[in-house]
């Protein structure tokens, strides 16, 4: 670990575990309140889950980060007008953290029988 790390590490009252858990919430909070909204079309929804990916990856202990957006709600044949703006429940989102020796994964995922885009923690090592 660098300085800073450990600088940021002493500001914790908790485990490895259980900052690598807190660090996977941070970046699914982020995929949620950063990009619901975005404009996006059936020609730009790759690029757009490309971005997405990397703009998390970029964040501290991201191992991967992987986003698909549901493009069932894209109409085919469309013009200018032909976009729709992201909403939670089309993002399946799967982020991975390495903190140490813990390894966290985080998904994110529209819960049809809740009606809500569900944040869990669905492996810890």
């Given amino acids: 670990m660098t300085e800073r790390e450990d600088l940021a590490n002493d500001r914790f009252s908790c485990s490895e575990r259980e900052r690598a858990v807190f660090e996977a919430g941070i970046k699914l909070a982020t995929v ?10 059936i020609d730009s929804v790759e690029g757009l889950e490309k971005t997405i990916a990397k703009a998390i990856e970029v964040q501290p202990y991201v191992e991967s980060a992987m986003i698909k957006i549901n493009r069932s709600v894209f109409c085919t044949g469309g013009d200018t007008y032909s976009y729709v703006s992201l909403t939670g429940d089309m993002i399946d989102a799967v982020v991975v953290i390495k903190l140490g020796v813990s390894k966290v994964t985080a998904e994110m995922r529209y819960d049809e029988e809740l009606k809500y885009p569900l944040m869990f923690v669905s492996s810890i090592e």
Avoid at 32 to 41: I, K
């Fill in 32 to 41: 949620y309140h950063q990009f619901v909204g975005t404009p996006v079309n």
